[in-house]
């Protein structure tokens, strides 16, 4: 009888257990919450990852989708008809040379392999990032010029119907039929009316989308004829883009998005009408013009209202720069500074795409680097977030006063000074509602009354002015920006003078120095941009005596640049250091001034620098400890097995 009495009891202990592992909570992995959107590639804005490799792109991603990018376009995938891995940026052409039609799977491109692709495709569309995929269709690699590459499939090399004339290249860019039939710069031209071909180019999309492409930019379009070319027209366009759009619709769901580098005008008396009808098409000159115009300080072109294709917006794409412009020199010299104020005029326009260049830092780097140039810039990320708040809303597109600028809808208005940085502005209120709105880089105010729009550019020279959402996210960098979107938060200084994110209240620097030239008299000349002068003007001011050789001035906290001089002589430009430094005009270098201790921390203040949980652990808001529900479970089963156990012996007895 006892050996039953304990056989039950284990068993009811046993179910017990089994009840509380299965009421145990299991631990639930927490994934960052990615941003999302429901921006379309046309309204939207598309960082050209240029060289970028697919593991850089997916790296990059929380940043990318941070900054407020919708969509992100990679270089042509396809295989080139050499090897790309450990080569310099600078031979970024060969990926413009296709050896086929497939993606690269080599192992030997420095974008990547294909599950890397398709990888990169996966992460982007966890955060609502689109991506777009360069086609090169019109031609493939050459062997030195007007041959084909030994490395192209034989399926097309040996298929001589596959191909125009090798010898014929083009010379006149406004004759359509040779733009269209002959080679470009001794690239073997494809004869792309070719049923086999179009096939090729069609599979090559099919496999794009299949891995998770959303859209396609194809390059050089002007050189491939269209159905309305007379008596070299082809179906060329319906077959291979209404193929993939139809593909993608029932493959995948999605509404497939198609792009062309036509660049200036399609060639004799074609319409760009001819290939608006597949597809959206490159205004490059326009961009080209606002570029330039801001370079040159003239506002009047750089507000450039009308566009130089005659499409609807709704049909264009537009750009600060280009791949192409950055490559043989056209803009490569224009600073970032300008690049983002002609960035900031391109983004506000409506209903167009606009497409962002990634510049590489040098052209020597690795090809697959991804370098932080002006496209990772705050100002970009403020433009950015203007632009898809304005979707759907109307533009007023308007200069004076050395600033271009453009209203959108009746609440917002990005400014841009293209005469300098820094300034005050009072310009009129085209279509802005009378009110107080807020300048998304800096947090200054502008006012919109009696018709005028008045408030200060920053020192960027971009204004980006509307009533935005507070972002509401709690932590941010050293700079002042919201780490989860770039909004400009500033910081929150405790009694001690001190932030959450670690910075220290600073007040302006004093910084020393030692005329050991004996100068009868010592300037200093302090600036933050060559437009943006924080001293007087060359040879600057006076700096004071404190004792012997020594002299001082104050510069603000933020001043990064400054020369020490008597008017004739004068020092390296140097890098302003932190406060209480000296230099000596006889050494060449920085040193404490005066010497003091580092002060020990202060026990009674808290180190409140954030810690941010990993996304991939246990959710932290989950106790770790077993829920009360279950002990009662358990609590129950043992005083049931216990009552059992009595009863029995009970009846023993």
Request: hydrophobic letters at 35%.
């Amino acid at each position: 009888m006892k050996k039953r009495v304990f056989s039950i009891i284990g068993w009811i202990l046993t179910l017990a257990l089994i009840a509380a592992l299965l009421l145990i909570p299991t631990p639930t992995q927490v994934n960052a919450a990615p941003a999302t959107s429901a921006i379309d590639i046309q309204d939207g804005v598309t960082l050209h990852c240029w060289n970028w490799s697919f593991k850089s792109i997916e790296d990059n991603m929380e940043k990318i989708a941070a900054l407020g990018y919708t969509a992100i376009q990679t270089s042509p995938i396809q295989q080139a008809k050499q090897a790309t891995a450990g080569y310099p940026s600078n031979d970024w052409w060969v990926y413009y040379q296709p050896m086929g039609f497939h993606i690269d799977n080599s192992g030997e491109s420095a974008l990547g392999t294909k599950a890397d692709f398709i990888s990169m495709c996966e992460t982007a569309h966890r955060y609502g990032i689109k991506v777009i995929v360069d086609i090169v269709a019109n031609h493939m690699g050459d062997n030195g010029g007007n041959n084909l590459a030994s490395t192209i499939i034989d399926d097309l090399k040996k298929d001589t119907s596959c191909w125009h004339d090798f010898s014929k290249n083009t010379n006149n860019y406004s004759d359509r039929y040779e733009v269209t039939q002959y080679c470009m710069a001794g690239l073997p031209d494809l004869n792309t009316a070719n049923k086999k071909v179009q096939n090729y180019v069609l599979d090559l999309l099919k496999e794009c989308i299949d891995a998770g492409a959303d859209g396609f930019r194809f390059d050089a379009v002007k050189h491939i004829e269209t159905p309305d070319d007379g008596s070299f027209a082809s179906d060329f366009w319906p077959t291979v883009i209404n193929g993939a759009v139809s593909y993608a619709q029932s493959s995948r769901g999605i509404t497939l998005y198609c792009y062309g580098e036509l660049l200036d005008s399609p060639g004799g008396s074609l319409s760009v009408s001819s290939y608006t009808k597949y597809m959206s098409i490159t205004d490059n000159t326009w961009g080209d013009t606002v570029r330039n115009s801001v370079v040159n300080g003239k506002n009047a072109g750089a507000y450039s209202y009308a566009y130089h294709k005659y499409a609807e917006a709704s049909d264009l794409v537009l750009w600060a720069e280009s791949h192409d412009t950055f490559a043989d020199g056209t803009s490569s010299g224009t600073t970032d500074e300008a690049i983002n104020k002609t960035w900031a005029l391109v983004a506000a326009r409506a209903d167009a795409m606009s497409l962002y260049l990634a510049r590489p830092a040098n052209m020597s780097q690795t090809l697959g680097t991804a370098s932080y140039t002006g496209w990772s810039y705050a100002e970009v990320a403020a433009v950015n977030n203007f632009h898809n708040a304005f979707v759907g809303q109307s533009e007023y597109v308007s200069n004076e006063n050395g600033i271009a600028y453009v209203e959108r809808g009746t609440s917002g208005v990005v400014l841009v000074n293209c005469k300098g940085a820094e300034t005050s502005v009072s310009v009129t209120a085209n279509a802005m509602a009378d009110g107080t709105y807020t300048d998304q880089i800096t947090g200054s105010s502008f006012t919109v009354a009696g018709g005028k729009i008045t408030g200060t550019i920053g020192s960027t020279g971009i204004a980006v002015v509307y009533a935005a959402d507070p972002c509401g996210h709690t932590s941010h960098d050293t700079e002042g920006f919201c780490t989860s979107c770039l909004a400009n938060v500033g910081h929150s200084y405790d009694a001690n003078g001190k932030c959450a994110c670690g910075v220290v209240e600073l007040a302006d620097r004093i910084i020393y120095f030692t005329n050991s030239a004996n100068w009868s008299t010592v300037n200093y000349y302090s600036w933050y941009t060559p437009e943006n002068i924080i001293s007087a003007a060359w040879p600057g001011s006076a700096m004071t005596k404190v004792e012997g050789k020594i002299y001082s001035c104050t510069v603000p906290v933020d001043a990064p640049n400054i020369i020490f001089n008597d008017g004739s002589t004068q020092t390296a430009d140097l890098t302003v250091p932190a406060d209480k430094n000296m230099y000596d005009f006889a050494t060449g270098k920085w040193s404490t001034y005066p010497t003091e201790p580092e002060p020990e921390p202060d026990p009674t203040v808290p180190d409140t620098q954030e810690t941010q949980p990993d996304s991939t652990t246990d959710d932290p808001s989950q106790p770790s400890s077993v829920s009360p529900i279950v002990w009662v479970v358990i609590a129950v089963a043992v005083i049931a097995a216990a009552a059992v156990a009595v009863i029995l012996i009970k009846r023993k007895q």
